[in-house]
């Protein structure tokens, strides 16, 4: 039953609580049209089925009540979206991107996910940079940039609990930001059409407390070191 | 009153116009430039896509439902490149995706709204005797048939049909390394370039014999409003379509000879193809819209015999969809990339058109208040799209406003609400249109029984086919994944997904008591009367059924008065047909013809 819903899991970014409440509001205010509307239709029909001898009345509109129907759907839609143009400003500007964030590049393609994560030094594009497929893994403590290109078609990044989507479109150097609220692994899926491996190109995102996202770190520089030496690719750990 | 002329009369009338008789079988029936047979031609060519259509929705669903498992009864017919031992492999499923999506839209929807309609209703409803340009119009239907052939054929060819879905988003849908398929895409790129050019002569047809051919006191706001609604329709047709061929062309291009308009490694632009698709896009979703909102306003009103409630205002509200229309494709691109700022003004210009969308849902309601409605079965039809046309409306505003957008874009949220729109609005639309115009068509009622059994296993098999997608969508289920399951968090949905797919089957069952109701009622169904709804607008005045060459064969209609005269005090009748003087000219000179003023041939 639960499957039937239309409550939303509980989010997991920052970004995540403005969305549902928005969600919310316009599920209330549909909802309650969707009900006003359909029982006056079902109403009337019921009403004002055929009876032998009775005839409709010959009433062709009527301008006040047009103008009410009009004005008052005009404020609703326009209210809804002056709210939503604030927290898509909010989402999307990139002015509004944390300076102290860190920065991992991921690099779609036919059908992996590929990051690599600054290394212990904090940088991205030095040598201990590390890159792991399929695995996206952060701190709790700290905003996330992703860095995002494409090398052949249109993926689109998707992690349903932080209400997060974004196309990733070949040619483009495209920024997402998020701020993780708790710490759990939660699913990646690819959203947009990509081709015939697009139902399996899925990862995890794996949000650390600050510890641990060191410690995590740091297995996987020492992995890499080893793992260099006998010249072996650089380290994919494969999610699931 | 005088409308009620005996049905054999009226073939008498029809027939015996002596150019009918000439004609042979093949311009008869073949190459006919007759605007009613055309229509006829469209429909039966849009009925047959319906089917194809409704059946790869039924692969795709079988896949959802029961993954993995060969497709029982006609499994063993499939290829191994395809589905071996009825197993369905992804790049079929995606093929089976896009071409359920570009059969529907294209090949039946469209034709069935526009092709159908544009040519059975526009002359009729306006009082002419034809198109304005009869051989293009039959260039129109036949310019069609290599377009569906050809779309049908890729099927069959190296590497399957197309499957980078219906958006064919670039780079996939540009380059085979991407997608495994070359010759499958190349098809459907020509296919669409073809029939682009059957759109663009109909459109031009629609809209000069609308201009030009209407019948005198035929005003512009005494027009019914399907024609209206074919008009506004016929322009975006007009506008869109160029737009969307030039588009096709271009992906051709990269396709096959090596050009790079959307490929980034040649300083191409992916998004450009967006933009080029969503521009006709959108506007596209008003052609699958417009026209049978104005078959239902008819069939409503006639129904509730009832004035229109608001006449203009649903005029005003067609042509404000219209012209919004143009401002608002950027809303399939929110989360493509583009910079956030348009987004902004796309979700605003999106957001207003849900005005004149509750502006006509409200006119249907105030049509119905205080009505003395008939359920008969085109009533029916044009109810359930009021009714399933609210839902995928009010479904529209949670993706317009952006943010929320990002979780439910590409999901089945979006699904559900694309299937609102073009089933539950545009098809339920059409039935009702059909239903409605049968006897006009073909001089015989459909069954009314098989008609309400029909109508109520579809609206519960289709509600329970697509109202729960949106739940599947709410739980971040995306579309157009071959195999849900290997996302662990979607492997509780798979409960639903099979309970849709069982829907899906029961719905697509029904629509076989639709397709044996229309044959068997198209040669055995009761007579029909003259005017069997008793109907306002002149294409019921027009004797025959359907009428002979000419259509008007007592003369050029005049017309008096607005379509939807309907409990008129000025009548004793519930109705007042557009074409019976008033009663000081009926006291002067009584026409030769009922509804028609004595012309001077
Ligand atoms: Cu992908
Ligand atoms: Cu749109």
Redesign the interface.
């Known amino acids: 039953m639960e499957n039937w819903s239309w409550m939303l899991d509980e989010s997991a970014s920052s970004v995540g609580p403005q969305i549902d409440r928005l969600y919310y509001i316009i599920l209330v205010i549909t909802g309650i049209v969707f009900v006003a509307t359909e029982v006056t239709l079902l109403y009337f029909l019921f009403k004002y089925r055929h009876r032998e001898g009775h005839k409709a009345e010959y009433i062709h509109g009527n301008t006040k009540a047009e103008i009410i129907w009009t004005a008052i759907p005009a404020l609703i839609v326009l209210a809804i979206a002056l709210m939503s143009r604030g927290l898509w400003a909010e989402i999307k500007d990139p002015a509004n991107v944390p300076a102290d964030a860190m920065r991992v590049m991921l690099e779609a393609k036919q059908f992996e996910w590929n990051l690599t994560y600054p290394g212990p030094d904090g940088e991205l594009r030095t040598g201990d940079d590390f890159t792991v497929r399929n695995r996206l893994d952060i701190p709790l403590d700290r905003p996330t940039v992703l860095e995002m290109t494409s090398v052949d078609v249109i993926h689109s990044f998707f992690v349903p609990d932080f209400r997060l989507k974004q196309d990733i479109v070949p040619g483009m150097a495209m920024q997402m930001w998020f701020q993780p609220t708790r710490a759990g692994v939660f699913p990646i899926g690819c959203a947009e059409l990509c081709g015939i491996g697009h139902t399996r190109m899925r990862g995890t995102l794996t949000v650390h407390s600050p510890a641990d996202y060191q410690a995590w770190v740091n297995e996987q520089v020492q992995g890499a070191a080893s793992a260099a030496e006998p010249a072996a690719p650089a380290p994919a750990t494969q999610a699931q | 009153m005088a409308t009620h002329a005996a049905t054999a009369e009226g073939h008498a009338t029809g027939a015996g116009h002596d150019e009918h008789h000439k004609l042979s079988f093949i311009r008869t029936y073949i190459f006919s430039t007759d605007h009613k047979m055309i229509a006829k031609q469209f429909l039966l060519a849009s009925l047959l896509f319906l089917l194809i259509g409704g059946i790869l929705a039924g692969l795709v669903r079988w896949q959802l439902g029961f993954p993995g498992q060969p497709i029982p009864f006609i499994g063993s017919m499939f290829s191994d490149t395809t589905a071996p031992g009825g197993i369905i492999l ?2 079929f499923y ?1 093929s089976l ?1 896009t071409m359920h999506a570009t059969f529907m839209i294209f090949f039946a929807i469209m034709p069935l709204l526009v092709g159908v309609w544009g040519n059975f209703l526009i002359p009729l409803q306006i009082g002419a005797p034809d198109m304005a340009f009869p051989r293009l119009n039959t260039a129109s239907f036949w310019i069609s048939v290599p377009a569906g052939i050809l779309m049908l054929a890729s099927f069959f060819v190296e590497g399957g049909a197309a499957g ?2 219906w958006t064919s ?1 670039a ?2 849908s540009a380059n085979p390394e ?3 398929v070359h010759m499958g895409q190349v098809l459907w790129l020509v296919s669409l370039i073809i029939l682009g050019f059957s759109s663009l002569t109909g459109a031009v047809n629609y809209i000069t014999t609308i201009i030009n051919m209407r019948a005198p006191g035929m005003t512009w706001f005494r027009m019914p409003l399907p024609t209206w609604s074919l008009f506004v329709t016929s322009w975006l047709l007009l506008l869109a379509i160029p737009i969307l061929t030039g588009g096709l062309i271009m992906l051709l291009f990269d396709q096959t000879i090596g050009t790079g308009f959307f490929n ?2 040649t300083d ?4 450009l193809w967006q933009h080029i698709f969503w521009y006709f896009g959108h506007p596209e979703v008003y052609i699958l819209i417009l026209p049978a909102m104005g078959l239902v306003s008819e069939v409503i009103s006639n129904r ?4 229109i ?5 649903m005029v005003l509200a067609i042509i404000s969809i219209a012209f919004l229309g143009w401002v608002v494709w950027g809303h399939h691109m929110f ?3 583009m910079n ?1 700022l348009l ?2 003004s796309f ?2 210009s999106t ?2 058109i ?2 004149p969308s ?2 006509k ?3 249907w ?2 049509t ?8 008969d079965v085109p009533m029916l039809h044009a ?1 359930a799209f ?2 399933m046309f ?2 995928g409306g ?2 529209g ?2 993706m ?5 957008d ?2 439910i ?3 089945y949220f979006i699904v559900a609400h694309i299937h609102y729109v073009l089933f539950g609005g545009s098809l339920f639309g059409i039935f009702a249109g059909i239903t409605f115009w049968f006897p006009k068509m073909f001089g015989r009622m459909m069954s009314p029984k098989l008609g309400k059994i029909h109508f109520w296993v579809t609206i519960f098999a289709y509600n329970a086919v697509f109202f ?1 997608m ?3 969508g ?3 289920h ?1 579309r ?5 399951n ?4 979607l492997q ?2 798979q ?2 997904n099979t309970f849709i797919s069982i829907a899906a089957f029961i719905l697509i069952a029904g629509q076989m008591i639709f397709a044996f109701s229309f044959f068997y009622s198209m040669f055995f169904g009761e007579k029909a009367e003259q005017n069997p709804w008793k109907s306002n607008t002149l294409e019921w005045t027009a004797a025959g059924h359907p009428p002979g060459h000419g259509n008007f064969p007592g003369g050029t209609p005049h017309v008096y008065r607005g379509p939807y005269e ?4 000025e009548s004793n009748e ?1 109705f007042l047909p557009q074409g019976v003087p008033p009663e000081p000219v009926r006291r002067g000179a009584v026409p030769r013809e009922p509804g028609f003023l004595p012309t001077g041939d």
């Open positions: 992804p790049e995606n995706v980078a879905g988003y780079p996939l991407y997608s495994g980034p490694a191409g632009e992916p998004l509730a015999r009832k004035p409630f608001g006449y203009h205002a989360q493509s990339g956030p987004g902004t979700m605003i957001i207003i849900a005005v509750a502006i849902v409200f006119n309601l105030g119905l208040w205080k009505g003395d409605i008939h359920f109810l009021v009714a609210i839902i009010l479904s505003i949670f317009a406003s952006a943010p929320v990002i979780p874009h590409d999901t729960p949106h739940n599947l709410l739980r971040n995306m157009r994944i071959y195999d849900p290997s996302y662990e968090y509780p949905l409960g639903l309907y409990s008129s005090p519930d």
